[in-house]
């Protein structure tokens, strides 16, 4: 069992001061910092502390698989650490993107082998062969917009804003109030000519504010969040997918699910993720970076889902909240360790024989394994080993951690 440090990504739509408050560095931040990898990905393997110095964790993994990912993980995921843990802070809206699955992440990294697209090309759209399903739990007040909303519904946004140059995509919708008219609809928008798009856009906007002035609210966070992107991304044309999408306010503890062909993205926040070990995005609009539109049509789910289906259903097991996904890769658990429990020691033990990554969100808690004891504070995570388990915890104060391990 060792410390495990992440690995920090700076982008452009990160925070200056939440991972840095997180970890217990300097704020602000030097750069806006938007991802901490708690994982063994090759683009950014997280860092043992070892009584020799760091290591990677994807070196310790290569130098002792069976004792690392213990003989079930191997068996189903090869020698290879099948998750990913992220502490995310945006303090700026995300690419509109989705993931793929398994079958279309596998046939588009061969394909974009063959062409000799370097891996590290900012054009490349797949950088390894996996799916990336994705569990989102806030640690602050989060805001998203993810899967595409009921046609139904959307009909009466698009006539809340009472812009006519919207009329022809209502009737569009009401005609075909299923997956495929939302495909048409989407397809429409972020195909459509520059021209058009700097004509409906600034519509919308104007449609938006007399929304917000007429003091209605059914749909103000809808409308809010549309002007901000459009301030933002002027004349780009997912500012109008965003019409599509449900938008999600999620609590500290709630979270959400993102599926393969999700389109979804995250507007502001900070949270923990945990994921398939991927790193495949496609992206469609509202950010700098390489947009492929065909291609994400290519892996898109238009299916109507709402945001009650994309919450995962969480249940309590004794001390550890369950967040259940339909994910084989990862099963993620909250463990509060409330007052009742400081000072004594509890059992840990999961059900099977793979590796864990504990992150400490709250507090301050040993955890005994096999082969030691450590201690993490707030902003720290801890590997262990799949040889490691079983494990047992001692809060000396009222601590919380998310604890990752291979999905059942």
């Not at 997280?46 to 191997?74: F, H, V």
């Not at 993931?99 to 974009?112: K, N, V």
């Not at 080993?385 to 919380?400: C, M, Q, T, W």
Request: contains cysteine; proline residues 7%; negative net charge.
């Amino acid at each position: 069992m060792e410390v495990l440090r992440g690995a920090l990504r700076t982008y452009a739509w990160g925070s200056r001061t939440a991972i840095a408050e997180f970890t217990e560095r300097p704020v602000p931040a030097a750069h806006p910092e938007a991802e901490l990898w708690f994982g063994a990905h090759p683009g950014d393997p997280a860092w043992l502390e070892t009584g020799n110095g760091e290591i990677t964790l994807l070196e310790a993994l290569d130098a002792d698989p069976e004792g690392q990912l213990g003989p079930g993980s191997r068996a189903r995921f090869g020698d290879v650490l099948p998750f990913l843990v992220k502490v995310l802070a945006a303090d700026e809206p995300l690419s509109l993107q989705a993931h793929p699955s398994a079958a279309q992440a596998a046939e588009g990294y061969l394909r974009e082998e063959r062409v000799g697209i370097p891996l590290t090309s900012p054009v490349r759209n797949y950088r390894d062969t996996s799916h990336k399903p994705e569990l989102l739990v806030a640690l602050h007040p989060f805001e998203a917009l993810a899967g595409f909303r009921p046609a139904s519904r959307t009909v009466e946004l698009l006539q809340a804003l009472a812009v006519s140059d919207l009329d022809p995509f209502i009737d569009l919708l009401n005609d075909q109030s299923d997956a495929d008219g939302l495909r048409a609809l989407f397809t429409t928008w972020i195909t459509a000519p520059q021209p058009d798009i700097d004509v409906l856009v600034p519509a919308v906007l104007d449609g938006a504010i007399a929304y917000l002035s007429s003091g209605a609210t059914e749909f103000a966070a809808e409308a809010k969040t549309v002007l901000e992107l459009g301030e933002r991304y002027p004349g780009d044309a997912g500012v109008l997918a965003a019409l599509l999408l449900n938008r999600v306010s999620l609590a500290p503890g709630e979270a959400i699910f993102v599926s393969a062909g999700n389109l979804h993205t995250y507007l502001r926040g900070f949270a923990v993720e945990v994921m398939a070990n991927s790193d495949n995005v496609l992206r469609g609009g509202l950010t700098p970076k390489h947009v492929d539109v065909p291609e994400l049509l290519r892996v898109l789910d238009f299916a109507p889902t709402t945001e009650e289906q994309l919450r995962p259903h969480i249940r309590r097991e004794g001390f550890g909240l369950i967040y259940e996904t339909p994910a084989d890769e990862f099963a993620v658990a909250l463990l509060e360790l409330e007052e009742e429990y400081v000072g004594h020691e509890v059992d840990a033990t999961c059900s099977h024989d793979g590796p864990q990554i504990l992150l400490c969100i709250q507090g301050c808690t040993t955890v005994h394994g096999k082969s030691g004891s450590l201690t993490l504070k707030r902003g720290m995570a801890a590997w262990v080993a799949a040889d490691d388990a079983p494990i047992r915890l001692v809060a000396h104060e009222p601590s919380k951690l998310f604890r990752a391990t291979v999905g059942l």
